[in-house]
């Protein structure tokens, strides 16, 4: 395993929205760190057991990860202790797009029955007030970045806060869309010796490729008008401090996308041939990163 990185400062808290790249990126904050120093709070079963905790064990944790919301944000908290918070945007409506078909087609997800057997087309997700999807479709990075309670109503004031915090209170913020380019940056702010790692979680099986209509995007578009602000917000930001880097930054991007590059290539064909042991033995089991 790498060196670990420094433990002098509060611990890194990843606020991990659906279908953003969040299981590659606990992933690779897994390499870099002993198991005992992670605090994943994902399952029903986590959330109850962390319920609550004492000092000395959260003392010990260096990397905080989960569908989580802060307990502040400015400055960033949470269990009421500083945290150096982080977060991955996407283009709203793909993400709430391939959100709604992840937890419509992988069985083993909490809404999995109840999408499926209510029939809740992509129309319905968005738009519904029932306590299970209300928040969902409907300004949910905006809501949750800016530490506003969900119920909030005032879009424009918690826009706004969730721009200052994006800019000022957090860490850092990445793009999904350039995520080679965003982990590269985070690196160099959490000092993270590895950065290889394989796409987890992706979408690739038959349902992934459920077209989204026209209008269906025209309303995903209505509902999340704050996001979509918020999210060209981001890219302009994210693409000048990604300027400001210089040309060595794009030296080590080049250098970063190719040996990553031959990393996932040595890595599916490992993949593949444990999986080929696998069906042979039937004595070995792979554990894949599935959450919401």
């Known amino acids: 395993m790498p060196d670990t990185p420094k433990a002098d400062a509060p611990p890194l808290f990843f606020l991990h929205f659906p279908r953003t790249g969040g299981t590659t990126v606990d992933a690779i904050f897994a390499a870099n760190y002993p198991a005992e120093q992670i605090l994943k709070i994902y399952s029903q ?15 010990r ?8 919301l802060l307990t502040g944000t400015n400055p960033t908290q949470f269990y009421g202790k500083p945290v150096r918070a982080f977060t991955f945007l996407r283009d709203p409506v793909k993400r709430l797009h391939s959100e709604y078909i992840f937890l419509k087609t992988w069985k083993n997800q909490h809404l999995y029955d109840y999408l499926n057997s209510r029939d809740i087309t992509f129309s319905q997700y968005i738009t519904s007030t029932d306590k299970l999807l209300r928040y969902r479709g409907k300004n949910f990075m905006t809501r949750c970045i800016s ?10 004031e918690a826009l706004a806060k969730a721009k200052h915090n994006l800019e000022y209170a957090f860490l850092f913020f990445g793009i999904q869309e350039r995520f080679m380019e965003s982990m590269l940056l985070l690196s160099k702010l959490t000092e993270l010796p590895n950065i290889l790692h394989q796409k987890r979680n992706a979408l690739t099986h038959a349902g992934a490729q459920a077209p989204m209509s026209a209008e269906e995007a025209e309303l995903a578009q209505e509902y999340n008008s704050a996001d979509m602000e918020l999210y060209r917000f981001a890219q302009e930001l994210f693409a000048r401090r990604v300027a400001e880097a210089g040309p060595e930054f794009q030296k080590q991007l080049k250098e970063y996308s190719f040996i990553n590059a031959k990393f996932q290539k040595i890595s599916s064909l490992l993949y593949e041939r444990v999986a080929e042991v696998q069906d042979e033995t039937d004595g070995i089991a792979l554990s894949k990163d599935i959450r919401w």
């Open 147 to 156: 530490g506003h309670s969900l119920e909030k109503t005032d879009l424009a």
């Open 61 to 68: 944790f260096r990397f905080i990860t989960g569908h989580l």
């Open 45 to 59: 079963e986590e959330f109850k057991k962390y319920q609550y905790i004492d000092e000395a064990a959260f003392a």
